[in-house]
């Protein structure tokens, strides 16, 4: 080595995130170690992949040779394994960014979901993606030596780290481009260095790797392998979503998916289908078995892969695939775009909106079907990706329809956090004379359940959906009906429950009324400045009043949703509504003297039992208490 060479050697210490990590991927990973070799050889075909896409543009790239190929061998003396791949290379601040640093949202909630149970962490480390760092399962020591296509031969650069706190890294030359990974194997990884064994892994886990995956041929003489100077191409090296159903495994589909989502689990299911007519292109979808940690970041990198003609064109098309499937996983490898396709053209290409809208259907229709036929995968799904789906409902207006029908929610049937009732569940259940669907939002479940709104519905046991996630005020406001009912706001407007009332109930509503107008009247004006009207209601049963928002107001849960994210909503204010028959109300019809205070706690608690926040909480709890002492003298 040089002195030059060696001046311009630096040691560098990992980001936090990195050191943990691989302290528990050697630890809770050590079980499954296998997938190291399918992470590197699917990192050195993305590598070929975006030469050969950053090629169409530049052809100098391929530096006169276009063969694209993995070559994985061994060294038995000296213990290593190194794979080595013919594509695009990294160059010195490549190197630091992508084996010093984990460039990903999501990492620091990754980290605090880490329990310390090796079997637990092992899968939320698949979660995340291994990838590179999963070299460490079966090595002590890695090397690695790459130069970025196009660049000079003294351009090359050597990263080496034992796994621990540092890495150093400098620069050297090396006349190939592309990557070579050297892993200096641990004790009790000797099985590695055995050609059957690397070509079952391979096999196992990759066979579906475009690149012909490339090792020196072994032939069985005298009761051992030898050798032989000659290369074979271990896996079938032909694009597995090419290929025809009924020549693919399930174990090939789940295997394909783990590199195509760099996922560590199997996937929930998938559809693969060939598209021809106007546009000819192949679909491998995949909808993954549990949800990544960036999932509620809108911004994350999409999971589809864009082909043409088997040449791959980007990682994260996200104009094939509407932003609330932004968990599908897979390829898309179309017939008719030109090779030279951009993020630009995708943008304004008729083709491209064919695809979507094809794909998109593609996905209901799986849903949809799983759904129907296989309900307890459905909930699993829900469970991990149903929030996400749900805001379809208001940017997919051709779909609509059919995301209404795939969406699930808790209701008072059931009483519980579970969101299993569809819309077609809750219609079927309706009462005789019931033409609309209940629902009421809050911003926790324990809120919705415990709504005073809810006491008539309870009462005649009419059923209510029970709305507490932040998305379910944007489904209701862009969700008017399904199958012709009205979606209606038990917490809205005038209660109308038409036929599920009696002329009796209805009557006796209006006598009310007229009985305590002159107490409505006296309330209204004590509360001038905080309520738009004072109304007799039906709605409760046990609370002595409730809040509720004017047919066309927005709802008080909408309004401190947006104001909690620093958004402005219009000033709407309340129908305060009172009930007739409650002791308080009834005392509150013969109060003089501290009226206004009483009308004051009225409001008040209304305001807290919806989950509102009180203006002046010091001046309510001085009120109580005094009402409290007057009321025990």
Not at 251 to 274: C, I, N, S
Not at 394 to 399: I, K, L, Q, V
Request: net charge negative; with cysteine.
């Amino acid at each position: 080595m040089t002195e030059a060479t060696t001046a311009s050697r630096e040691t560098l210490g990992f980001q936090t995130e990195v050191k943990q990590l691989l302290q528990l991927m050697i630890h809770s990973l050590y079980s499954n170690r296998e997938i190291f070799l399918r992470e590197l050889i699917s990192n050195a075909s993305d590598a070929c992949d975006k030469l050969r896409f950053e090629a169409l543009h530049n052809d100098a790239l391929y530096e006169n040779a276009s063969d694209l190929n993995i070559r994985v061998s061994f060294d038995k003396a000296a213990r290593t394994l190194t794979i080595t791949d013919s594509g695009i290379g990294m160059n010195r601040d490549e190197v630091i960014a992508n084996l010093g640093t984990i460039a990903k949202s999501g990492t620091r909630e990754f980290f605090t979901k880490l329990s310390g149970d090796q079997q637990k962490d092992a899968h939320l480390i698949g979660q995340f993606g291994v990838g590179f760092y999963s070299a460490f399962i079966v090595a002590d020591k890695v090397s690695v030596l790459t130069r970025r296509a196009g660049e000079k031969a003294d351009q090359g650069v050597r990263w080496e780290s034992d796994g621990g706190g540092e890495f150093s890294i400098e620069m050297v030359d090396r006349a190939a481009r592309g990557t070579e990974i050297t892993l200096h194997l641990r004790e009790g990884q000797d099985d590695l260095l055995a050609g059957y064994k690397l070509r079952e892994i391979i096999r196992k886990y990759s066979n579906h790797i475009v690149q012909p995956i490339l090792m020196q041929k072994e032939e069985w003489k005298d009761g051992k392998y030898e050798t032989l100077a000659e290369d074979e191409t271990v896996n079938q090296a032909s694009a597995l979503w090419a290929r025809s159903k009924n020549e693919i495994t399930e174990e090939q589909y789940k295997e394909f998916y783990k590199h195509v989502g760099h996922d560590f689990d199997d996937p929930l299911a998938w559809t693969h289908a060939r598209v021809e007519g106007k546009q000819e292109y192949t679909q491998l979808l995949y909808i993954p078995g549990r949800a990544p940690f960036d999932m509620y970041d809108r911004q994350a990198r999409h999971g589809i892969k864009l082909y043409v003609r088997r040449v791959f064109i980007m990682d994260d098309a996200e104009q094939l695939m509407p932003q609330y499937m932004r968990f599908v996983r897979g390829v898309v490898d179309s017939a008719d775009l030109p090779l030279n396709v951009s993020r630009e053209i995708l943008q304004e290409s008729k083709d491209i909106e064919a695809i979507r809208k094809g794909c998109t259907g593609k996905v209901l229709g799986l849903l949809a079907d799983l759904a129907e036929n296989d309900k307890e995968k459905y909930i699993k799904f829900w469970g991990e990706f149903g929030h996400v789906l749900k805001e379809g409902v208001g940017e997919d207006f051709a779909n609509k329809d059919k995301i209404a029908g795939l969406l699930r929610f808790a209701s008072t049937q059931a009483d519980t956090t579970d969101e299993t009732v569809s819309l077609k569940d809750y219609v079927s259940r309706m009462k005789d004379g019931q033409e609309k669907i209940y629902y009421v939002t809050a911003d926790s479940f324990n809120a919705a359940k415990n709504s005073p709104h809810l006491e008539v519905f309870r009462k005649k046991g009419i059923e209510v959906l029970l709305l507490s996630a932040r998305v379910d005020e944007w489904v209701v406001s862009n969700l008017p009906e399904f199958e012709g009912k009205q979606l209606v706001s038990v917490a809205k407007g005038g209660l109308d429950l038409g036929a599920l009332e009696d002329a009796a109930e209805k009557q006796e509503q209006e006598k009310q009324a007229d009985e305590f107008k002159g107490l409505t009247d006296k309330i209204k004006t004590s509360l001038a400045d905080k309520v738009k009207e004072v109304r007799v209601t039906h709605r409760l049963t046990d609370s002595p009043a409730c809040l509720v928002a004017d047919e066309h107001d927005m709802s008080g849960n909408l309004a401190r949703l947006l104001k909690a994210s620093g958004q402005k909503a219009p000033i709407s204010q309340p129908i305060l509504e009172i009930n007739p028959a409650h002791p308080v109300v009834l005392r509150l019809k013969g109060e003089e003297k501290r009226f206004d205070d009483w009308a004051a706690v009225l409001f008040d608690q209304a305001l807290l039992a919806e989950g509102g926040q009180l203006d002046d909480p010091a001046g309510f709890v001085k009120r109580v208490n005094q009402l409290m002492l007057e009321m025990g003298a």
